[in-house]
């Protein structure tokens, strides 16, 4: 096999690489440097005559070594975090449809699943990733993270009962790329919905929320965000309402999108900058949870920012 072919064939991995790392740090930035930093590896093993029989397997565990590290230094980062702590947000669009990795992690990891995974340590968090998440057998994941299998087994026992406390069901927390039904349902209730919200529909907007629906907002103290969760249909209709109204009279809207494989909106301003993305969880046909990112560190991955959302209230 050439050497041209080898180095093709690594790079093939990046997707799956991706989706670790962005599953490990709930940050596009952070995860593509972490995939950088693992190929940069194997170019200076390759460099140094090191054969390196499973070239998968030897960046998967670096990635996930860099991705527990990564976490080590986030977790004192985010105990100080102004609000809600969301992740970037993995936008996939018509007009944008993002690097294929992008595109592949984008059916896999959910706002709401990423947050939950908060509450792991970060050895949990990669032993849940690999094995729960991606399929890895155990042999595998104590490669990568350096544990025995038989820890292993016993740390992902506990990773999936913290999990299952937070409120998520882990049978099947990284469903498969949706269907051309299951997309297009999406597509047409998040247009209806954004369009009742535009217009100020309240009883129709009402009718395709769940009544505990949860609103979650994060600003990074930077932007226009509510600093903790809203919940109630009544309360989080009001909240849609008034801010898109308000956002509207600025020319400022709302274009379909699909975030970390949901359906939802990015909101651009009237120059065509990015003000905010919005994601929305739908299950049994309503709403059932809305998580808005408004933190511009959180946003500059999908092209230049509006400073709308840091206006002040007119």
Not at 110 to 122: G, H, Q
Not at 124 to 132: I, P, S
Not at 283 to 311: C, E, M, Q, T, W
Request: charged content about 25%; some cysteine.
């Amino acid at each position: 096999m050439s050497g041209a072919t080898v180095l093709a064939d690594e790079a093939g991995y990046r997707p799956l690489l991706f989706s670790i790392a962005y599953g490990m740090t709930g940050s596009v930035g952070d995860a593509e440097d972490i995939v950088q930093d693992a190929f940069l590896g194997l170019t200076r093993a390759h460099q140094a005559g090191t054969t390196i029989a499973a070239p998968k397997a030897y960046l998967t565990t670096a990635v996930t070594r860099l991705g527990i590290n990564y976490l080590g230094s986030a977790r004192v980062r985010r105990e100080t975090y102004v609000g809600e702590w969301l992740p970037e947000p993995v936008v996939v669009t018509t007009e944008r449809p993002g690097p294929a990795e992008h595109a592949e992690l984008a059916d896999s990891l959910s706002m709401a699943f990423l947050v939950l995974l908060e509450a792991l340590s970060p050895v949990e968090r990669a032993v849940f990733m690999l094995r729960e998440v991606f399929g890895y057998g155990y042999p595998e994941v104590a490669g990568a993270t350096g544990k025995s299998e038989a820890n292993c087994r016993q740390i992902f026992a506990r990773a999936r009962k913290r999990i299952a406390a937070g409120g998520q069901a882990v049978d099947d927390p990284a469903p498969a790329p949706p269907a051309p039904a299951r997309k297009a349902e999406g597509d047409e209730l998040a247009r209806r919905f954004f369009e009742a919200a535009e217009g100020g529909d309240l009883d129709a907007l009402l009718g395709m929320l769940a009544p505990d629906v949860v609103f979650h907002g994060d600003g990074g103290g930077k932007a226009r965000a509510l600093r903790e969760p809203l919940t109630g249909a009544r309360r989080v209709v009001q909240l849609l309402v008034g801010g898109l109204r308000r956002v509207g009279k600025l020319g400022a809207g709302p274009r379909a999108a699909w975030i970390n494989g949901r359906p939802g909106a990015v909101i651009y301003d009237a120059e065509g900058r990015v003000t905010s993305v919005v994601e929305l969880d739908i299950a049994d046909g309503v709403v059932r949870g809305i998580h808005s990112v408004s933190n511009p560190d959180k946003l500059g991955h999908l092209g230049p920012l509006s400073d709308l959302a840091l206006l002040p209230e007119q």
